[in-house]
């Protein structure tokens, strides 16, 4: 499986600011996915990232709230805007490939006070 | 709809005691595959299996090995001889097979402590 890196691994946020996550894959990879996990929760996905076009968004995210580009196969990043307490998260992206296994990064720790 | 039921919300036992997790699968694709992930303190998600819904044979690998039942939607994770480094939060996790449906439906996680 391809390495795949996040940055920042964690970070302290004020209210009402934001934040862009970056998310880098050592090879060439059809889709990229974008998870928050809220403490103690499981995983939801916010949107699929799609290479050279917008990304598709689950029930419940929106644009303007977490956009997201993906400039290249290797390579996508989400912002979480205008942050509040309740964006407290871990966030992570993952990838697969050919239908199959997603492997997942190691995750952003986002504290907004 | 899918929906990926862990009934478990946390489970302790003692070292080298064996444990199995429990997963319930909801699908409505004749094809799908299942998943266990793990989640150490750290954060980071591990692969540890895929299952295809084709294939129903039982794997082992190490102390882990599955147990894929079609017929009760089940796919249960048992740990042998458990070990402190076990401790960790465990994912069930569905998906369908087809580019274009492989968004990744998690249960709730099961938080297992290996007491030493």
């Known amino acids: 499986s391809a390495v795949i890196s996040q940055k920042p691994s964690r970070d302290i946020c004020q209210r009402g600011t934001s934040l862009t996550i970056q998310c880098q894959v050592d090879?060439?990879?059809?889709?990229m996915f974008w998870y928050r996990q809220q403490p103690g929760q499981s995983l939801t996905l916010i949107a699929t990232a799609n290479q050279g076009s917008e990304a598709t968004y689950e029930s419940g995210f929106v644009i303007d709230k977490f956009p997201i580009s993906r400039p290249n196969l290797t390579f996508s990043t989400l912002t979480v805007s205008n942050m509040s307490p309740e964006d407290s998260s871990i966030y992570l992206c993952s990838y697969v490939v050919s239908a199959e296994t997603q492997y997942f990064g190691p995750g952003t720790r986002l504290l907004v006070l | 709809a899918q929906k990926v039921t862990q009934a478990q919300t946390e489970i302790s036992v003692v070292e080298k005691e064996d444990v199995t997790l429990d997963c319930v699968y909801e699908t409505r694709d004749t094809t799908y595959y299942l998943f266990w992930y793990k989640q150490p303190p750290s954060g980071e998600l591990v692969f540890l299996i895929r299952r295809n819904s084709f294939d129903e044979q039982n794997e082992i690998s190490g102390r882990y090995s599955w147990n894929f039942q079609k017929s009760t939607s089940s796919f249960n994770f048992t740990i042998t001889a458990s070990q402190v480094v076990d401790s960790a939060v465990y994912f069930c996790a569905l998906s369908g097979t087809n580019f274009g449906n492989e968004k990744l439906t998690f249960g709730t996680g099961t938080r297992l402590t290996i007491i030493p």
């Open positions: 090879s060439q990879v059809t889709m």
